[in-house]
């Protein structure tokens, strides 16, 4: 119901009387056409119905319909759109329009303005349902009990409008989606993913060669059928012309289709992107060729300088644009992260920056080194995290040279986890022992849970350390619990199911 304030037709006692206010009217339009952001803000507050003006009503409608379309709000598209308008045009056309943004701040008080409209729209409402009630009250044979009953209607459905726009939709409102991947199971369409690892391990590479698939329509490293698009890439380490390019070129990929956003025109010359400030910027440039995947890499590179990466509402507040742009105009965004110096094994921990970057993300990527590989060239792309579904197979892949570039060979899956791939062993105690211990311990584990006490004095008569059980633990994935209450509770070891679904 509090989507269906209206002003159309007031009624002749009423008539101009009717409280409104075409300033702030006038004032939250152009606020969006200085700055299309300011769109979320309003429609938080306000519907199409709450503006008196007529025109002002038309044109928020339109304003609303560019921006679900993934199309910028700027004075050449309204135009276009309201030029056979006959409502605008009576208002003076595009004179009317370019007057709208006059003298706006960047930084206008949109939510000021709209709760204005806002309200005077409820007053208007209360007004229309006033009149309704009075002249039933004044017909000659009005039923008193049929009076009362549709003034207790009317007055029950200006309530939810007193209390102002109710934000949200109901939840039987909401078409059912199927989850839909760039990459089946691994990078979902229309979210962020974070892709994790130490330098050198082939990151970079590893997301041209995704985007080399994507924009010649490949299939993907698994085989799965690849999904055919334009690609956008921010990449600031590796030069276009002779790094990122001629990589592209030797993994195959539609150049034509792929777009290289490094710098930006700005007053001083060039500089990076910055987000969430230049969104827009990106976001055009990834229309013009269609993108469907958007590589941002690395994301510290991109974030805005006043943004503390460490911070957990800083980073959300940053990132929270860029997923909602991507799931607007549905294109996976793979975010590229360096890991920190922690010896923490868990992955999710291991990322640069505030936990809230991987929370922000639908699914988590790592690289690591194969253990099993004695040449150390073999790497092992790992999920780490999936809120969409159970965790996929890790994929063994090889950088190798390739007409004077290099070029990405994948063999097969791996059974190593992300969590195995950052158990790295300390000095004088070689992987082999790590796997040892927790091969150990799953055999004392697997007929069910055993007291930590016990398993630990176990492991220490097979020769195990206690800091190689602690990593052993880590890597076949070791539950503790406490059993029991008071004194006589004790710590109990249990093994978590494997292949266990993860969901958020």
């Given at each position: 119901?509090?989507?269906?304030?209206?002003?159309?037709?007031?009624?002749?006692?009423?008539?101009?009387?009717?409280?409104?206010?075409?300033e702030?009217?006038?004032?939250?339009?152009?606020?969006?056409?200085?700055?299309?952001?300011h769109?979320?803000?309003?429609?938080?507050?306000?519907?199409?119905?709450?503006?008196?003006?007529?025109?002002?009503?038309?044109?928020?409608?339109?304003?609303?319909?560019?921006?679900?379309?993934?199309?910028?709000?700027?004075?050449?598209?309204?135009?276009?759109?309201?030029?056979?308008?006959?409502?605008?045009?009576?208002?003076?056309?595009?004179?009317?329009?370019?007057?709208?943004?006059?003298?706006?701040?960047?930084?206008?008080?949109?939510?000021?303005?709209?709760?204005?409209?806002?309200?005077?729209?409820?007053?208007?409402?209360?007004?229309?349902?006033?009149?309704?009630?009075?002249?039933?009250?004044?017909?000659?044979?009005?039923?008193?009990?049929?009076?009362v009953?549709?003034?207790?209607?009317?007055?029950?459905?200006?309530?939810?409008?007193?209390?102002?726009?109710?934000?949200?939709?109901?939840?039987?409102?909401?078409?059912?989606?199927?989850?839909?991947?760039?990459?089946?199971?691994?990078?979902?369409?229309?979210?962020?993913?974070?892709?994790?690892?130490?330098?050198?391990?082939?990151?970079?590479?590893?997301?041209?060669?995704l985007?080399a698939?994507?924009?010649?329509?490949?299939?993907?490293?698994?085989?799965?059928?690849?999904?055919?698009?334009?690609?956008?890439i921010?990449?600031?380490?590796?030069?276009?012309?002779?790094?990122?390019?001629?990589?592209?070129?030797?993994?195959?990929?539609?150049?034509?289709?792929?777009?290289?956003?490094?710098?930006?025109?700005?007053?001083?010359?060039?500089?990076?992107?910055?987000?969430?400030?230049?969104?827009?910027?990106?976001?055009?440039?990834?229309?013009?060729?269609?993108?469907?995947?958007i590589v941002?890499?690395?994301?510290?590179?991109?974030?805005?300088?006043?943004?503390?990466?460490?911070?957990?509402?800083?980073?959300?507040?940053?990132?929270?644009?860029?997923?909602?742009?991507?799931?607007?105009?549905?294109?996976?965004?793979?975010?590229v992260?360096?890991?920190?110096?922690?010896?923490?094994?868990?992955?999710?921990?291991?990322?640069?920056?505030?936990?809230?970057?991987?929370?922000?993300?639908r699914?988590?990527?790592?690289?690591?080194r194969?253990?099993?590989?004695?040449?150390?060239?073999?790497?092992?792309?790992?999920?780490?995290?999936?809120?969409?579904?159970?965790?996929?197979?890790?994929?063994?892949?090889?950088?190798?040279?390739?007409?004077?570039?290099?070029?990405?060979?994948?063999?097969?899956?791996?059974?190593?986890?992300?969590?195995?791939?950052?158990?790295?062993?300390?000095?004088?105690?070689?992987?082999?022992?790590?796997?040892?211990?927790?091969?150990?311990?799953?055999?004392?584990?697997?007929d069910?849970?055993?007291?930590?006490?016990?398993?630990?004095?176990?492991?220490?008569?097979?020769?195990?350390?206690?800091?190689?059980?602690?990593?052993?633990?880590?890597?076949?994935?070791?539950?503790?619990?406490?059993?029991?209450?008071?004194?006589?509770?004790?710590?109990?070891?249990?093994?978590?199911?494997?292949?266990?679904?993860?969901?958020?």
């Amino acid at each position: 119901m509090a989507d269906q304030r209206t002003n159309s037709s007031a009624p002749d006692f009423i008539g101009r009387l009717l409280p409104h206010n075409a300033e702030a009217e006038r004032n939250l339009l152009g606020a969006v056409l200085v700055d299309n952001t300011h769109l979320q803000t309003a429609e938080s507050i306000v519907v199409a119905g709450d503006f008196f003006v007529v025109p002002f009503r038309q044109i928020f409608t339109v304003m609303q319909r560019l921006y679900c379309e993934g199309q910028t709000i700027d004075l050449v598209t309204l135009h276009e759109v309201l030029q056979d308008n006959p409502v605008i045009r009576d208002a003076g056309g595009v004179a009317f329009l370019a007057a709208l943004g006059d003298g706006l701040p960047r930084l206008a008080p949109t939510a000021q303005w709209a709760r204005i409209v806002r309200d005077l729209s409820v007053r208007r409402t209360a007004a229309h349902i006033g009149q309704a009630i009075t002249n039933d009250a004044l017909e000659p044979d009005a039923n008193v009990e049929e009076l009362v009953k549709r003034t207790q209607d009317r007055v029950a459905a200006l309530n939810p409008l007193l209390s102002g726009h109710i934000p949200g939709v109901l939840a039987s409102d909401v078409a059912i989606e199927q989850v839909e991947w760039i990459w089946k199971t691994r990078i979902p369409l229309g979210k962020l993913t974070i892709l994790d690892g130490d330098p050198g391990l082939g990151k970079s590479a590893l997301s041209l060669d995704l985007a080399a698939r994507i924009s010649s329509g490949s299939p993907m490293p698994d085989r799965t059928p690849g999904v055919e698009g334009g690609v956008l890439i921010l990449n600031v380490e590796d030069g276009e012309a002779d790094t990122i390019v001629p990589r592209l070129a030797a993994m195959g990929a539609n150049l034509n289709r792929i777009r290289l956003l490094k710098t930006i025109p700005d007053s001083s010359g060039e500089r990076q992107p910055e987000i969430p400030a230049d969104l827009g910027i990106i976001e055009r440039a990834a229309k013009s060729v269609d993108a469907r995947f958007i590589v941002i890499d690395p994301l510290m590179a991109f974030l805005n300088g006043k943004t503390n990466s460490f911070r957990d509402q800083d980073v959300r507040r940053a990132l929270a644009p860029l997923a909602a742009m991507a799931e607007r105009i549905r294109m996976a965004i793979l975010i590229v992260r360096h890991l920190n110096k922690a010896s923490d094994g868990n992955p999710l921990y291991r990322g640069g920056g505030s936990i809230g970057i991987i929370g922000a993300a639908r699914c988590g990527l790592l690289v690591g080194r194969d253990p099993d590989d004695g040449t150390g060239d073999a790497r092992i792309l790992a999920v780490a995290k999936t809120n969409l579904g159970p965790l996929p197979p890790s994929l063994r892949y090889s950088i190798r040279p390739e007409g004077g570039s290099i070029r990405v060979e994948w063999s097969g899956e791996s059974t190593h986890s992300a969590a195995a791939l950052l158990a790295v062993p300390e000095e004088g105690e070689s992987r082999n022992t790590v796997e040892e211990a927790g091969e150990f311990l799953e055999s004392i584990l697997e007929d069910g849970p055993v007291s930590a006490a016990e398993a630990q004095r176990k492991a220490k008569s097979a020769g195990f350390k206690k800091r190689t059980v602690d990593r052993a633990k880590k890597l076949i994935g070791v539950k503790a619990r406490r059993s029991g209450f008071g004194k006589g509770s004790e710590w109990m070891w249990e093994l978590t199911p494997k292949n266990a679904d993860e969901w958020s």
